[in-house]
């Protein structure tokens, strides 16, 4: 437990650099967590905080500095905007936000912080919140626990629609290589445009589930073991919703394994970049699988003869590929979500088409033939799509990588 002294102490260095900044600056606007109790540097605190950071205005401010001490998380930001004015945009995003009860976002005019002009309620009665601080009229546990659940109840929602929006922009995306788009069912005479849409609405709750062991637990064994449990369950409610037809298999492994290093990063307050880091430390323990002789799967099959390892090897390498053609289309600003998916399907490992190849030397010439006109026109794409579709190819794996892509693009937007 901190000792509240630390906390004041934290609290005067950081008010001692928001006069320095004051300054150089017309108003200084402070983002920080309204969590209570002692124990401010919560990772609740840290969510809020990096959420709310990418929600102001970028013209609002023109210097940003972040610090971290006993009083928690918060960012400093410098502004040449007029303070009553920034006060009154950010009190409108404190009211309208589905987080913004739980944050302060407080403007500095050189002589105080402007007030709101009302007093803000209680979280868990009708009196305002300094009524009941000063009359101990809840714990410290009770209120902790309160916005503990309301942040993740309102997070995981939003998490929830950004998993649902990132299927749908890869399921939506046409011509598609014989893989299945709103127009046609590609190579796939078993699947259409509504079983996809039916099976993503049975798997998405499971990757909230997911979710939730990332945040809650640590030891890695322990989360790979819940979360392959989960998965489990995906799997038979996707099956039950499709007739037994494996739509988003290697979906479920590989988002869920990132959603839950998501989680877990959250946990842990590390940025982005970690969640590949974590990935791969869970994913670890889906290697056990190439050493048995009773799963019978293709996947395995083709680790003893070729040592492809699919989305066990993609996971295991802290999603490598993705993190390739994010640099990739980085680096190439014209590139579109075509463009993503023809990269994914020339650099990673997809046991769905060299299943159906038939072998590994069909396998790598249609690699090739991807990496080779990964930046050319329209009628490359459509070309290789009569190709895809004459041969019946399709690019399973290749396309469960596109919606991370998507899926880690919106996250960036969501929270770093």
């Known amino acids: 437990m901190i000792h509240f002294d630390k906390i004041l102490r934290s609290r005067e260095i950081g008010f001692e650099k928001i006069k320095k900044l004051k300054m150089d600056f017309k108003s200084v606007i402070t983002v920080k967590s309204n969590i209570p109790g002692e124990e401010k540097q919560h990772y609740i605190a840290y969510l809020l905080v990096n959420r709310f950071i990418h929600l102001i ?56 912080f402007l007030t709101r ?38 997070f995981e929602s939003e998490l929830s629609e950004l998993i649902d929006e990132s299927i749908l922009k890869e399921l939506t995306l046409h011509p598609k290589f014989g893989l299945v788009t709103p127009y046609s069912n590609g190579s796939h005479p078993d699947m259409n445009y509504d079983l996809m849409l039916t099976a993503k609405d049975a798997i998405l ?8 062991v990332g945040l809650t637990e640590s030891d890695y064994e322990n989360i790979f073991n819940h ?64 050493a048995r002789s009773d799963l019978g799967t293709f996947g395995l099959k083709s680790f003893q003869r070729y040592q492809i390892k699919g989305a066990r090897g993609e996971a295991v390498s802290g999603f490598l590929t993705v993190q390739k053609m994010m ?3 980085g ?8 463009v993503k998916l023809m990269y994914l399907i020339a650099h990673c490992e997809d046991t769905v088409l060299l ?11 249609v690699k090739q033939m991807f990496l080779d006109r990964i ?23 290749s396309a469960d990588l596109l919606i991370l892509v998507f899926f880690i693009e919106k996250l960036r937007h969501l929270i770093w």
Do not use: W
């Not at 299943?355 to 010439?365: A, D, I, M, Q, W």
């Open 355 to 365: 299943k159906r190849c038939g072998s590994k030397e069909k396998y790598l010439e």
């Open 57 to 112: 205005p970028k013209e609002y401010f023109i210097y940003k500095e972040y610090s971290d001490g006993y009083d928690g998380p918060s960012f400093i930001l410098g502004s040449n905007l007029d303070p009553k004015y920034l006060k009154t945009q950010l009190i409108k995003m404190e009211n309208t936000q589905a987080l913004g009860r739980f944050v302060d976002l407080d403007v500095f005019d050189g002589e105080s």
């Open 375 to 397: 930046q050319g026109k329209y009628s490359d794409i459509e070309s290789l799509n009569q190709y895809c579709l004459k041969n019946n190819l399709s690019f399973g794996g």
């Open 331 to 338: 680096n190439h600003k014209e590139s579109n979500d075509h």
């Open 205 to 212: 709750p499971f990757f909230i589930e997911m979710f939730e």
């Open 227 to 290: 979360i392959r449990k989960i998965g489990l369950k995906a799997e038979r409610a996707m099956n039950q919703a499709t007739g037994n037809i494996n739509a988003y298999k290697g979906l479920i492994f590989n988002l869920g394994i990132l959603v839950t290093a998501f989680g877990n990063a959250l946990q842990h307050n590390s940025g982005v970049e970690s969640v590949y880091q974590i990935s791969k430390k869970i994913a670890t323990y889906a290697l056990v699988d190439f």
């Open 327 to 329: 640099k990739y289309i």
């Open 117 to 154: 002009g009302d007093l803000r309620q209680c979280y868990l009665c009708n009196k305002a919140a300094f009524v009941c601080a000063k009359e101990h009229n809840h714990s410290s546990e009770e209120l902790i626990q309160y916005v503990t659940k309301s942040v993740i109840t309102i």
